[in-house]
């Protein structure tokens, strides 16, 4: 994509506050000195049967973008692309799902546009509100700040047993739709409370992509600690066996010239580490002395945060995995 977006004219608006150039999780509108919109549009195919919770997954997704930015959602519209023939019970669970999701972050569902497709697509539409003065990009990480990592990893693993497997782990299925469908919003709350100038949700292009794409947009260098890093249960160990989802190849593909891993990280780990997230948490960069606060706020909300690194003034762009 980023090849692609390199032919384009890029928007020139001074009202234009974040735009494609630094690869952010939406475009910012400023409308006023006290007022911006936030605006992202984001699809998932499902990767669980069950229709509601694949929704609430999506949307959670979806609204992520805005969350990542600092920012409040406030209405959405449905995309859906459902094959005709299906029962429409299926549509009316997931759509109920994203509702359900849009309602507990207060966002109002507006309408959506539906189209005939051979495989089930769901996502939404976001328009959300931001102070201009308060913007978080993933730009703003600087040198000597922690990086906090508030949902683990490994959902793309789970989706891959799921499409492969009779049946998955009880425990493992519980923890995984769980992550999934829990919105970013306390993450962002304690995000904004602490000052953070840098963030990004982790999502189709798996931790290394976006830390990748936050380490290059800030002109810094970031450096990873695989044992601080969370998982999902027994997922590391189903890595080690050679189970993969297939976003690994497109970011491995996309990011290896950037990354630098330390002598005797398994195979599997790396694989982890490369894999797409679902509606993944956010990774936030904060100053040392602000982490233990965030870590108060955001558990208040529910949300978890673990300490998984640092940045660095090492080659700019570049990121580190150490054991």
């Not at 507990?104 to 003065?133: C, M, Q, S």
């Not at 695989?226 to 970011?251: C, H, I, K, T, Y």
Request: proline content about 5%.
């Amino acid at each position: 994509m980023a090849q692609v977006l390199q032919r384009l004219k890029r928007p020139e608006d001074p009202r234009l506050l974040v735009g494609i150039n630094t690869a952010d999780d939406a475009g910012v509108f400023k409308v006023d000195d006290r007022l911006a919109l936030v605006q992202t549009v984001d699809l998932l195919t499902p990767m669980v049967e069950d229709p509601y919770t694949f929704g609430r997954i999506a949307a959670a997704n979806s609204l992520s973008d805005v969350y990542a930015m600092g920012g409040t959602p406030l209405v959405v519209l449905n995309v859906a692309g459902f094959p005709a023939p299906s029962p429409k019970d299926w549509l009316a669970g997931i759509l109920q799902g994203g509702q359900d999701a849009c309602n507990e972050a207060g966002a109002a569902v507006a309408g959506g546009h539906t189209f005939n497709e051979p495989e089930i697509k769901y996502g939404l539409a976001v328009t959300g509100r931001i102070d201009p003065e308060c913007i978080v990009t993933n730009a703003g990480a600087r040198p000597g700040d922690v990086l906090v990592l508030t949902k683990p990893l490994g959902c793309g693993i789970f989706a891959q047993l799921e499409l492969t497997q009779d049946k998955v782990d009880d425990g493992l299925y519980e923890q995984a739709t769980r992550s999934m469908m829990q919105l970013n919003r306390a993450a962002s709350e304690a995000m904004v409370a602490c000052g953070s100038k840098a963030a990004t949700d982790i999502t189709g292009f798996g931790l290394l992509g976006h830390a990748q794409e936050m380490a290059e947009a800030s002109g810094v260098a970031i450096r990873f600690r695989l044992e601080s890093l969370p998982f999902l249960p027994g997922v590391r160990e189903v890595a080690g066996q050679g189970v993969l989802d297939p976003g690994v190849a497109m970011n491995e593909s996309s990011f290896s010239d950037k990354v630098e891993w330390e002598d005797g990280i398994p195979e599997g780990d790396r694989n982890l580490l490369w894999g797409s997230e679902s509606s993944g948490g956010l990774l936030v960069a904060l100053s040392e002395d602000r982490v233990e606060r965030f870590e108060s706020i955001a558990g208040e909300g529910g949300a978890s945060a673990a300490t998984v690194g640092e940045v660095t003034e090492g080659q700019a762009g570049t990121v580190e995995v150490r054991r």
